[in-house]
């Protein structure tokens, strides 16, 4: 199975932060990258897919990129609903794997 | 779009459970469907998928043998079989639509619509 490691595991910080989040592949899985927001008791909602194109109703301040084995998710000015748990998952190869979640809290 | 996941509760080790998924809002019979998990404060588990008729069908593979995936596409309904179940089994499960995205260089799948889950608790 793909191995995907997320860091930070968790952060601190104020609104109008920029925050970057980064996953690890196990091994090259081009783009086939995807990032969620989870909110408590929510379901899971997509923001970007394919590395870095922008799901359709996503803010355009969320932004991925990266390819291969390194890959980033960037909120470039923090907003009060934005905290939240943020997991990568790749769809190179079944069993699609998911990050271990990055959980952004209020500094 | 809408996904509406049923069958959950409590069950005994060892017991079995069915879930149920009901779509709404598109063309079920069009798309690839999943199921994913998420015990108590942990994260996201794939579980299974299965093709738009039908198959192909995926398991992770720690589920094999116990879990079974399966779609009726003229009731619009998506099902989860669960058998033998664990307390490690206990979670809430979504089901997810598949949706596939292809440029010049990947062709892959992400899960654009989830449905709000169904708790699975697995305790004696």
């Known amino acids: 199975d793909i191995q995907m490691t997320q860091s930070p595991s968790s952060l601190s910080a104020s609104v109008g932060d920029r925050v970057t989040i980064t996953c690890r592949a196990s091994?090259?899985?081009?783009?086939?990258l995807n990032w969620y927001e989870q909110k408590p008791g929510k379901a899971p909602n997509l923001l970007i897919y394919?590395?870095?194109s922008l799901q359709s109703g996503v803010p355009s301040r969320f932004s991925g990129s990266g390819s291969g084995t390194d890959f980033t998710l960037t909120i470039s000015s923090l907003q009060p609903e934005d905290f939240a748990t943020y997991y990568c998952?790749?769809?190179?190869?079944?069993?699609?794997?998911f990050g271990q979640g990055t959980k952004v809290e209020i500094k | 779009v809408q996904l509406v996941e049923s069958g959950g509760g409590l069950v005994k080790p060892g017991g079995s459970l069915r879930l149920s998924c009901e779509p709404s809002?598109?063309?079920?019979?069009?798309?690839?469907m999943s199921w994913i998990r998420q015990a108590p404060g942990k994260g996201l588990e794939w579980v299974a998928h299965?093709?738009?008729?039908?198959?192909?069908?995926y398991y992770a593979e720690s589920l094999k043998g116990r879990f079974t995936i399966s779609r009726d596409n003229a009731r619009n309904s998506l099902y989860l079989q669960m058998n033998t179940l664990r307390a490690d089994d206990t979670a809430v499960y979504y089901c997810?639509?598949?949706?596939?995205?292809?440029?010049?260089?990947?062709?892959?799948?992400?899960?654009?619509?989830w449905g709000q889950g169904t708790l699975v608790t697995v305790s004696s």
């Open positions: 997810a639509r598949e949706r596939y995205y292809h440029d010049t260089s990947v062709y892959l799948r992400y899960f654009d619509y």
């Open positions: 809002g598109f063309i079920f019979s069009d798309y690839y």
């Open positions: 299965i093709g738009s008729s039908g198959s192909p069908i």
């Open positions: 091994q090259s899985i081009s783009r086939y």
């Open positions: 394919a590395a870095s």
């Open positions: 998952q790749q769809s190179y190869r079944t069993p699609w794997t």
